[in-house]
């Protein structure tokens, strides 16, 4: 029996993706979360071996959310389930160690395979993501990591670079909070950066902090 755990902050979503696995005898939803800090309990405190993970939860991100997570169950296998197009996350995560990443517009067979891919210590990739890999590591530019950055995601940067919160960042733009977040996840993964200090030693590096 494969004892999953699920992390997504929208309600109907836990509850469609519980109503599916529980029409496979082999899996049991053992738990569920809607944010970082209760998906970092739930692994601490019960036995799971995978974890169904979204990437936009209220209290941070799912990137930031899986070192957490590992931290506290370095042998759990997280599938990435998310409305993101694998182009914006699916290298940087699976860098990070997850086993696979799922977009939320997939049949749902896909969900049952790649679980049970995972639970044997497998990885699972679909062709698009196989193919981003492929790309990522035969790519060459000599273009600055900033530079790939859009105008909106550019300026995000900036101001996690000077040292601005997410409230402040959010409140100067016109932003929500979790507006914000989606952008610092984006924006890091587009520049391979890992955290805000990186970006400060970045822009430093870079002469782009007066």
Request: hydrophobic letters at 40%; proline letters at 3%; glycine letters at 8%.
């Amino acid at each position: 029996m494969i004892q999953i755990g699920i992390v997504d902050d929208h309600a109907i979503v836990r509850a469609s993706l519980k109503q599916y696995l529980a029409e496979h005898v082999d899996f049991r939803v053992a738990g569920e979360a809607l944010n970082v800090c209760e998906a970092v309990e739930m692994v601490r405190n019960q036995h799971l071996d995978v974890l169904v993970l979204d990437l936009t939860l209220p209290d941070g991100s799912g990137v930031d959310a899986i070192t957490r997570i590992q931290e506290v169950a370095p042998d759990i296998a997280i599938l990435i389930f998310t409305g993101y197009p694998e182009e914006q996350f699916a290298v940087n995560v699976l860098r990070k160690g997850v086993r696979g990443y799922l977009n939320k517009d997939c049949p749902p067979h896909e969900i049952a395979e790649a679980i049970r891919k995972i639970a044997l210590n497998g990885r699972y990739l679909t062709d698009k993501v196989a193919e981003l890999l492929a790309q990522n590591v035969s790519r060459k530019s000599d273009a600055p990591a900033h530079e790939l950055l859009s105008g909106r995601e550019y300026q995000v940067f900036l101001k996690l670079a000077r040292g601005d919160t997410a409230g402040q960042i959010a409140g100067g733009l016109g932003l929500s909070v979790k507006t914000v977040s989606t952008y610092r996840t984006r924006l890091l993964e587009k520049m391979g950066l890992a955290s805000n200090s990186d970006l400060t030693y970045y822009a430093m590096k870079n002469g782009i902090l007066n």
